[in-house]
């Protein structure tokens, strides 16, 4: 029993001594939205489909678009659509302490025009 004691005392040390940057994790990951958001933008309003590399949740097709032709496709339908507009904010971001691995939750807005041309 007495080896355990300073085991015990040797991991918590470690994981006490591990800085905590979940702080400044989150920021980044916000800041990294906010610059995909500005980039998607821009990209939508030239008529092409914004860089996503892994997968394209499509709400809007009841599926999941996973390889790169089908989130081409997918976003190519979205930008045709008279007055598209797709933006999302995160609402919570959780980072690990150890720093390797976060998520996040957020909400989107995607509006078009109605058949008489009106915001939707």
């Not at 939508?44 to 860089?51: C, D, K, L, V």
């Not at 691995?101 to 058949?115: P, R």
Request: glycine share 6%.
């Amino acid at each position: 029993m007495s080896t355990l004691i300073p085991l015990a005392s040797c991991t918590s040390n470690q994981q006490q001594s591990q800085p905590d940057n979940r702080a400044s994790d989150e920021s980044a990951i916000r800041a990294i939205d906010a610059d995909w958001v500005k980039a998607a933008r821009r990209r939508m309003r030239s008529g092409s489909a914004p860089t996503m590399r892994t997968a394209l949740p499509c709400s809007h097709l009841g599926s999941t678009c996973r390889s790169k032709d089908a989130i081409q496709k997918a976003w190519a339908g979205m930008l045709a659509t008279p007055g598209f507009s797709l933006t999302f904010t995160p609402t919570k971001i959780e980072v690990s302490r150890a720093g390797d691995l976060a998520y996040e939750i957020g909400d989107y807005q995607m509006t078009t025009n109605d058949k008489k041309g009106s915001r939707k």
